[in-house]
């Protein structure tokens, strides 16, 4: 069990320690001592968790840690006002929305950064209620209960289970999520149910999954790199599934669902549209040639994928990998001084991977 810690704890430890260096060498000239420490303490957790769960109860523990999680994000958010994080995240949201029910094209909208709408329509759906309410932080936390609640029905057993949810409230990359009211952690919590949904249902007969292949589907139109993952799902099922016309018709719902939320904007203004879109704007994080490339990998993905709960474990390693390419182009572009310190990569993509991560350290059902 200790040997499949190794991989995810390092790129946990490497997600947050570089999260930890680019903020703390702001605080304090001691930032290298500070992330050895969080090093120490990771290794600790990480090795020594059996010991941990046979001290402390599980319900008990994990509810303390989303009471604190709660409470304090409540905290930051009355103290940290959103005009004055360098963090659009929450914006881009607000702007968006604030063009839609204005009745302007809401992908002409800018944030506070200046910077475009980056996700895809379901995004905005998904955050609509939250908006409403005056403050997208409370979408944010969701990310937190929700991932407790996949913990809880993904693992095999109760000992062990409290390791990810303590290492994601240890996570230096969690807490600046929560800060400045971002959102990556709940689209891939959503996306992970999506595929625990999924894996419950693969046996059933074609027509019965029809409407899980079109949710799939509204997922894609949150970030692209959902699509990466959806790839993977389709090759995997077109390897596993026994008729090609149910994977065909499964994967016709699911570009069906992808597509639906974007035809609304084509109407809108084809111009517009094809000026100013979300594909246009998340393709540019890679090389074409990249992006072909994973492509291919992911669509001859299913030859080597032995079930759902074995491509969740391998989305969160992929993920680092992309995000991992994306940054070094940056650094090659720019130097890392100002890929990593003057932000001109946004380092937070890493959390892509991280709650994938951090469910292949415990034994799923």
Known sequence: MRKKLILPAILYFLINGTFMLKYAVRLTELAWILVFIYFAIVVLIVFKHEYWDTKISFHKSQFILIFITVIAGVIIWQNLPVDQLRVDRWSVISSFLDNLLAGEFPYEATSHLNNP????P?????????YLIGEIGYFTVMGFIGFYLIVRYYSQEIAGSSLPLLLLFLSPAWWWELAVRSTILINMVMVIAWLLWLKGNF??????????AFIGGLLVSTRGIVGVIM???LSYMFYNRDKFTHWLAFTLIMG????????PFMIWDAGLFFKYNPVTLQAGFLPLWILVL??????????WISSITHLIKLSGPALFVIVFLSITKT??????????????FDISYFLFALPFLLLMMVPSK
């Open 231 to 233: 790839i993977s799902v």
């Open 331 to 344: 650094i090659f572009q720019v130097g890392l001084t100002q890929a990593i310190r003057d932000s001109v």
């Open 294 to 303: 994973i492509f291919f990998i992911t669509a001859l993905s299913g030859k």
């Open 203 to 212: 046996n059933r007969k074609s027509e019965s999954i029809l409407h899980i």
């Open 256 to 263: 069906m669902g992808f597509v639906s939320t974007l035809i």
């Open 117 to 120: 709408p980056g996700p895809f």
């Open 122 to 130: 379901f995004h905005y759906v998904l955050a609509f209620p939250f």
